[in-house]
């Protein structure tokens, strides 16, 4: 059976739309109307999007489909939940698929289903997806599979992609006010330039009189910025299509990559990040049951820094040729010390797996911790930025009008 999204007229001539199982589009069309509902379209939910399926069979293979992070930690979790109840992979995901309220999400888990009820494993199925599922997800659960403990590893899994969304979510939440205030300062600095300067400073000029140094670089400012604005916005544009060209370059973005990690601050938060997602990505993988060896290497993909993924890659060599652990991440170089020392303890007592998961939530959390330091810092950073350039405006105005009431009195 495949999954196959409708649209039809009901007895009232209203548009329906939803998802219904069938061997096939005819047979979609005629449970329609056994339910009294006249069909309109009926497609395939992998080729609903472009219109022709993806893979080499209907509602296998779907490059598009994909999950936001709250979508995806919730779907593990209703998971989790009822294969842990008892229920088979398919008739969970079946309920999974009813009971989400968005025809993407819910076409995309039939289709996983499709593929479950023809015979694939769970691990096979979500293979077709890897947009929506990772490759740290899909082989954990392929891990769950045969080791006959699905539940335990979806709990887990469960688990680590809810943490993932919260950690993430508080820290767009921490950056959410300074950006916006950034975005209002700006704005505001750049209607007072291009508005509200010019009608007033323009009083000053008809006097005749001489300005100050500050009231004529302020006109000369407010007048390049209303007759260029238009080079000014190409130029940005321009620095901003050269720098994605540059960074896609291989050489050069290895270059950048390694030039962050040696900045002052921002580097620490490169670092810091990078090191929470690889040790949280290997906790879980090696937990489950994934050999060290495959989830070094799985883990190294979800890292984001190309320096870093390239020494981990020698890491992931050095391990397979008989090296520790906590001597091939030491060769990194850029990993925190106490993500190495705990490390090094979990092999020497023989609780590699815990030890990982400890230093994941470690590191998450000095993540969090640094990235609302700064965030703290920013914001009144930003007011002061804002209110001196707000003062420069304001004297410019002032200045002049106080000479002239020097020159009447």
Do not use: C
Not at 377 to 388: E, S, W
Request: proline content about 3%.
């Amino acid at each position: 059976m495949a999954a196959f999204e409708y649209t039809a007229i009901d007895a009232r001539g209203r548009h329906k739309k939803g998802i219904e199982e069938g061997d096939s589009s005819r047979q979609v069309r005629q449970t329609l109307r056994d339910r009294g509902l006249a069909p309109t379209s009926v497609v395939h939910a992998a080729a609903s999007r472009d219109g022709k399926s993806q893979g080499s069979t209907p509602g296998i293979r779907v490059g598009w489909r994909t999950m936001a992070p709250l979508e995806l930690a919730l779907f593990t979790r209703q998971l989790a939940t009822l294969v842990a109840a008892g229920l088979p992979v398919e008739e969970s995901l079946h309920t999974i698929a009813r009971q989400s309220d968005k025809r993407r999400v819910s076409a995309l888990v039939m289709n996983v289903r499709a593929q479950v009820l023809e015979g694939h494993s769970l691990a096979t199925a979500l293979n077709a997806y890897p947009s929506a599922f990772g490759q740290m997800y899909r082989s954990t659960v392929a891990a769950g599979e045969q080791s006959g403990y699905l539940h335990a590893v979806l709990d887990n899994l469960a688990d680590h992609t809810e943490q993932r969304f919260e950690s993430v979510r508080n820290v767009q939440m921490a950056l959410f006010y300074p950006i916006l205030l950034f975005v209002v300062s700006i704005a505001i600095i750049a209607g007072l330039m291009v508005y509200v300067v010019p009608k007033i400073v323009g009083v000053f000029e008809r006097t005749g009189n001489e300005l100050p140094f500050l009231t004529t670089a302020l006109i000369d400012i407010s007048a390049f910025l209303r007759g260029n604005w238009w080079l000014i916005a190409i130029a940005h544009a321009a620095v901003a299509l050269l720098a994605r060209w540059f960074l896609r370059q291989s050489e050069f973005r290895l270059r950048w990559d390694h030039r962050k990690l040696r900045l002052p601050i921002a580097g620490k938060v490169v670092r810091s990040g990078n090191a929470s997602r690889y040790a949280s990505t290997l906790a879980i993988l090696s937990t489950s049951g994934v050999p060290l060896v495959d989830a070094m290497q799985i883990a190294t993909e979800v890292v984001t820094n190309s320096w870093l993924k390239r020494r981990l890659a020698e890491a992931v060599q050095r391990v397979s040729e008989g090296s520790s652990l906590r001597a091939a991440l030491e060769g990194v170089r850029y990993f925190p010390p106490m993500l190495l020392h705990m490390v090094a303890s979990g092999e020497a007592s023989g609780q590699l797996d815990s030890m990982l998961a400890k230093v994941a939530d470690y590191q998450q959390k000095e993540l969090t911790r640094l990235i609302t330091t700064l965030v703290q810092l920013f914001q009144p950073l930003m007011l002061l930025l804002m209110a001196g350039l707000v003062l420069l405006i304001v004297l410019a105005i002032l200045v002049p009008i106080l000479n002239m009431n020097q020159l009447v009195s």
